[in-house]
Every structure is written in C-alpha cells, then in structure tokens.
C-alpha cells in the first residue's frame, strides 16, 4: 500500500492575524530562527510521507484542500495540515497516516481538543475533490466513520491565528 501524502495548505490570506495586529504574512512570521511554515514543512518532511504544498491563493480551505487532492490524485489517502501549525510533531503525522489502514478518516485528539493533520483514505477522494468555499472537510469526516486517534501532541492543536498565538507557539518550542 501506497504512503498517504501530507498536503500542507499555506494559500491563505492570513487575515485574522493581521486584524490582531500581526505584521505580515503569518506563515512568513518568524519563529526560532526560520518560519512558522518551515517549522511546519520540517516535520512533515521528516514524516518520510509525500508531501506536497498547495499555495496557490484560493477561495477557502474547501478549495485549497480539493486543490491538493487534485494534484495528488493518485494517492492511497492525504494528511490535511494547515500551514500554520508548527508544533505539530512528526510523530503524530506519522501515528495518524498508520491509522489510516483501519479507517477512513483519523482525527487526532489531544485531550478533548481534536487536532491536525486529519487523515483522509482514498476511499474520500471525490468528496475531497468536490470541496468548495472556506468550510473545510468538516462534511466529508462526517460522511465516514472516524476514528478519534489520541495523541500526546498538543501542538497538533496549536495553530498561528493572531500575535499571541505567535508568541505561545515561541514559548512551547
């Protein structure tokens, strides 16, 4: 069986964090000497899974996810993972794709939070494809059975939205 791919999303605007008083790009910002989204490309890198980037600017995650899916059609599954999630570990992404032989979706949790990356099987290719606007895959994890996966990660649960998520992110590094 085919590894799943990691399809890290950094097309967004960033918005929320400049409205919060952020300066630039989120994923530009820095964070212990290189980027928010290095650190977040590091750990997937070190999956030893595919990855691959979708950064074109597009009309919301549902898109940015489809997009990815569209290029990486041929996958056996994809681990969704927002850019802005450095602290995720390289051993959560590596637990979620493994739990992706007995599931459809895996959905990490860190105490009761869920987290990222979501792990979708081949099975959900054309519902991921047929995603649109800024919902995200929320329709498409309720459509199959999911399996909760607990992990010992928070930072699969830290993302960088505003300047103090910035700083707790430099904090727990």
Known sequence: M???TVLILAAGRGERFRAAGGQGHKLSASLAGTTVLEHTLAAARASGLPVHVVDTPTEGMGWSIAAGVHATVEAEGWLILPGDMPLVSTATIQHVASA???????????????????????????????????????????????????????????????????????RNL
């Open 2 to 4: 085919k590894a799943p």
């Open 100 to 170: 992706l032989a007995n599931a459809p979706v895996v959905v990490p949790r860190y105490r009761d939070a869920r987290g990222h990356p979501v792990g979708f099987g081949a099975i959900c290719r054309d519902h991921l494809l047929a995603l649109s606007g800024d919902t995200g895959a929320r329709a498409v994890i309720g459509r199959f059975p999911a399996l909760d996966l607990p992990v010992d990660d928070p930072g699969c649960t830290l993302d960088i939205d505003t300047p103090a998520d910035l700083e707790r992110a430099r």
